[in-house]
C-alpha cells in the first residue's frame, strides 16, 4: 500500500504559478500510474492530470492543458504538478492519486489528503 503526502498549495493571484509536490512511501512507486484531481469549493472532486508508470505519456483535462504539466521522477517517488498562468477558478483542494491502471479520471486507488491552491487578487 502506498501513503501520498501532498504540498506547495497556496495562495497566488490570478496569472501567476505553484508548483505541487506528492511524494509518496510503502510502495513500488512506479508500479502505479498517477494523476492529479482537484475539488473546487462546493463541487465534485475532478481530474486534472495523469502520467504512465514511466512518465513516458502524459494527458490533461481541457481546462489545464497548456497551462499545468505533470511530471515524476521515480528516482525520488515523488509526483510534481507544476501550474502556470492560474486563474481563479483553479482554486480548489488538489489530490495527488495513485493507481494500477491508468485512467484519466475516476476512480483510483490511493489518496493523498489534498493542499489547497487559492488564486485570488
Known amino acids: 500500500q502506498v501513503q501520498l503526502v501532498e504540498s506547495g498549495g497556496g495562495l497566488v493571484q490570478p496569472g501567476g504559478s505553484l508548483r505541487l509536490s506528492c511524494a509518496a512511501s510503502?510502495?513500488?512507486?512506479?508500479?502505479?500510474?498517477m494523476s492529479w484531481f482537484r475539488q473546487p469549493p462546493g463541487k465534485d472532486r475532478e481530474y486534472v492530470a495523469a502520467?504512465?508508470?514511466?512518465?513516458?505519456?502524459?494527458y490533461y483535462a481541457d481546462s489545464v492543458k497548456g497551462r499545468f504539466t505533470i511530471a515524476r521522477d521515480n528516482t525520488k517517488n515523488t509526483l510534481t504538478l507544476q501550474m502556470n498562468s492560474l486563474k481563479p477558478e483553479d482554486t480548489g483542494v488538489y489530490y495527488c492519486a495513485a493507481g494500477r491502471v491508468l485512467r484519466t479520471g475516476l476512480p483510483y486507488d490511493y489518496w493523498g489528503q489534498g493542499t489547497q491552491v487559492t488564486v485570488s487578487s
Open positions: 510503502g510502495g513500488a512507486f512506479d508500479f502505479y500510474a
Open positions: 502520467i504512465t508508470w514511466t512518465g513516458d505519456s502524459t
